[in-house]
Each structure stands twice: as structure tokens, then as C-alpha cells.
């Protein structure tokens, strides 16, 4: 048992019996209305929803480190990865005193508009109503943090699923999370790709910099 971690899981109607062998405490918040036992919400504005739901009603009581991860976060971990490879790799992000961690196989480079990325792959058509747009990286950055965005990003958590340290995340104060939330919620089936902004976006939210911040957060 890990007291100082927490799993918050965003579920919907995924298999999620492999949240009983992690070996430390977890919240699942049900999307489908189908987990017993799960937190209950309106399944809108993907994982980005989940995650900042969690931290504005936790705020600003979090343990030393809070893992967010997908339903199913296994295919985005590597071929063959299970319940026991995905804590293997958050112990060893905590032995190594790691404060942000992304657990997916792969990194990727992405410009203001998100590219290169996969929005139009054929298979994934008509999936969400944002299928085969840009994705506005620059403009949420704009629309969160102070200063213009960058010219790229290096996206550590893409696939959302991440481990992150109580210090990290109260270096945004509440204001932020909850302009982010409000971003989230104006898209809320990710007809304009918000959520995916926010999947190449986690590694800044967390980064600890605080001259990142605003003046004109709300209250």
C-alpha cells in the first residue's frame, strides 16, 4: 500500500476490474453510468473534464502524488503492458522523485495546431465531432497561461495518462483549473479539439513555473 499516491481514473465503459490490484487507493469517475461504486459525470470534454473536476474538488487536499490515468490506459503503455507494468513504472517514477511523469511509450514534438498529428485517419472517422481539425495547442496555451505560446511543444503525457506531485499541481492556483475546466466545457463533445490541446498540454500545466500564471484567473 502507497498512502502518499492516489489513482483518479476516467472511465467509460471500459474494464476497469484492474483497478482492484493496483495496491494503493483510487477514484473512479464513471462516464457511462455503468462501475459500481464510480463518482458519477456527464460524459463531456473527454479525460480533461475528469481530471479538473478532481483537482477543483480536491483543492487544495492532495496526497504527496496523484496518478491520472485513462480507463484503459494499457495500449497506450507499450505491447503487453498490464496492471503490474503500469505500477512498476509509477513506483519507479516516485523512487526516482519524480515530480511529473508521463506514462506512454512515446514523446512527440507537435507545433500550434498540434501537427503532425492523426485527426483525419480514416478508421477514427465520425468518432467526435472534431475528427480530422487541427488541434488548437497555441490558442489554449494563449488562453491559459501568460505570454504568447510557443512555436512547439514537446508533449511528455499525451495520451493522458500521467503521474503528478501535490507541489505541481498547486503551483496553478484554483482560478487556473477552473478557466481550463470552463475551456473544456464550452467544447464539451471536443467539436474543436480542446481536450486533445489539453492531452499536449499536461507536461506545461505541471511544469511548476509559476511566472506562467495570470493575473486574471477567476476567482
Not at 462516464?31 to 459525470?41: A, C, F, Q
Not at 473544456?184 to 505541471?206: C, M, S
Request: charged share 20%; aromatic share 12%.
Amino acid at each position: 500500500m502507497r498512502p502518499d499516491l492516489l489513482a483518479v481514473v476516467a472511465h467509460f465503459q471500459e474494464d476497469a476490474s484492474w483497478v482492484a490490484d493496483l495496491g494503493f487507493p483510487a477514484l473512479v469517475y464513471d462516464k457511462g453510468g455503468d462501475w459500481p461504486g464510480g463518482i458519477p459525470l456527464p460524459n463531456v470534454g473527454r479525460e480533461a473534464h475528469t481530471y479538473l473536476t478532481h483537482i477543483l474538488a480536491h483543492y487544495p487536499e492532495f496526497p504527496n502524488h496523484v496518478l491520472f490515468l485513462q480507463g484503459n490506459p494499457f495500449p497506450h503503455l507499450g505491447e503487453g503492458a498490464d496492471t503490474a507494468f503500469l505500477v512498476a513504472k509509477a513506483l519507479e517514477l516516485l523512487d526516482r522523485g519524480a515530480c511529473f511523469g508521463g506514462l506512454a511509450w512515446f514523446r512527440a514534438r507537435c507545433d500550434r495546431l498540434g501537427r503532425p498529428h492523426q485527426m483525419a485517419d480514416p478508421a477514427k472517422k465520425g468518432r467526435w465531432p472534431g475528427w480530422g481539425k487541427d488541434i488548437p495547442v497555441g490558442r489554449v496555451f494563449e488562453q491559459l497561461f501568460a505570454g504568447p505560446a510557443p512555436k512547439s511543444f514537446l508533449a511528455s503525457a499525451m495520451t493522458g495518462n500521467f503521474l503528478v506531485s501535490r507541489q505541481r499541481i498547486l503551483a496553478r492556483p484554483p482560478g487556473f483549473y477552473r478557466r481550463a475546466l470552463e475551456l473544456i466545457l464550452a467544447d464539451p463533445k471536443d467539436a474543436e479539439n480542446t481536450g486533445h490541446a489539453l492531452e499536449r498540454l499536461w507536461q506545461v500545466v505541471f511544469n511548476g513555473n509559476k511566472r506562467l500564471n495570470r493575473a486574471d484567473y477567476p476567482g
